[in-house]
């Protein structure tokens, strides 16, 4: 049997994790830097209420604020990535936007931007980073945040749902096309995760998705982290084009 415990270990691998001010990016960040990653951090925001001690001070994080559903953003990102760390290994792509609303009050302009967000910035930043990734010669690793309501849309997500099911189709289609080239990609599909004032603003959805998952509670930011940190990691250098879902069984039942 070959494989150990360190195929777990990212050290001297490079990652950017999008939209990681806050909530399920930063844990994901901060997972990968446990794991021996340098991590390039995002947000279209400058404001970055998440960053452990300071981000300049520390060798092996940094910052770089860019809107990646814009192609000059997610250039200028992985260009800064690569000033900053010398190589790209590891991209997840993890910003998102969420809006709710009934399908027939969603005009042009939000579907647009909900479909910006969330499945044009993984279009652009694969396409900015997979030279890089291609020459990091350790076999590139990209994770794409997807949504459980990609196969299962509720009332008021039709549009989310549906840019979602754009980010796991798209993640397949790069499995396919991107293998060849070392280069594996996997999604995640998140269901209900916590995040400060969740409780407060949905008590009762809150309190239904515990009573309906087999395990007994709604997710954490770190749940998704962990299983983003397996699939970026050696550890699972067989699997690409899956979508893992991590929702604690919701899905199962309702
Ligand atoms: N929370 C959940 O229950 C849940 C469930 C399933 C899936 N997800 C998915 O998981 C991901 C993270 O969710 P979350 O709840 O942690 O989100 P969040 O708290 O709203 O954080 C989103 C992050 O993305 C950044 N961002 C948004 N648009 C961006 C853009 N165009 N360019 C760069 N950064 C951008 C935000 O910062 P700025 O606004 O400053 O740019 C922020 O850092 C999303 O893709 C979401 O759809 C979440």
């Not at 994901?28 to 001070?57: F, K, P, W, Y």
């Not at 969603?106 to 900015?128: C, F, K, P, T």
Request: hydrophobic share 50%; aromatic share 4%; with cysteine.
């Amino acid at each position: 049997m070959t494989g150990s415990a360190a195929d777990f270990d990212l050290s001297g691998r490079v990652a950017i994790v999008t939209g990681s001010s806050q909530g399920i990016g930063l844990a994901i960040a901060q997972r990968l830097r446990e794991a021996g990653a340098a991590v390039m951090r995002n947000a279209r925001s400058v404001a970055d209420s998440g960053h452990e001690g300071s981000d300049t001070a520390a060798t092996d994080t940094a910052f770089h604020a860019a809107d990646v559903a814009t192609e000059a953003g997610a250039r200028a990102l992985v260009a800064a990535t690569l000033a900053r760390f010398g190589r790209l290994d590891i991209v997840i792509n993890n910003a998102g936007l969420q809006t709710r609303g009934a399908w027939s009050d969603i005009n042009a302009d939000a579907w647009d931007a909900v479909m910006a967000a969330n499945a044009r910035s993984v279009h652009l930043v694969v396409g900015a980073a997979v030279h890089a990734l291609r020459a990091s010669g350790s076999g590139g690793a990209i994770v794409n945040i997807a949504s459980v309501r990609a196969e299962r849309p509720g009332s008021g997500m039709s549009h989310y749902s549906a840019s979602k099911a754009a980010v796991v189709a798209l993640t397949r289609g790069l499995a396919a096309e991107l293998g060849p080239l070392g280069i594996r990609v996997n999604a995640i599909s998140p269901g209900l995760v916590d995040r400060p004032g969740l409780e407060e603003a949905w008590p009762e959805g809150v309190a239904r998705f515990r009573q309906d998952a087999p395990l007994g509670r709604i997710g954490r930011p770190v749940d998704v982290a962990n299983a983003c940190v397996f699939l970026a990691s050696p550890a699972a250098d067989w699997i690409t084009g899956v979508n893992l879902v991590v929702d604690g069984g919701v899905s199962l039942v309702r």
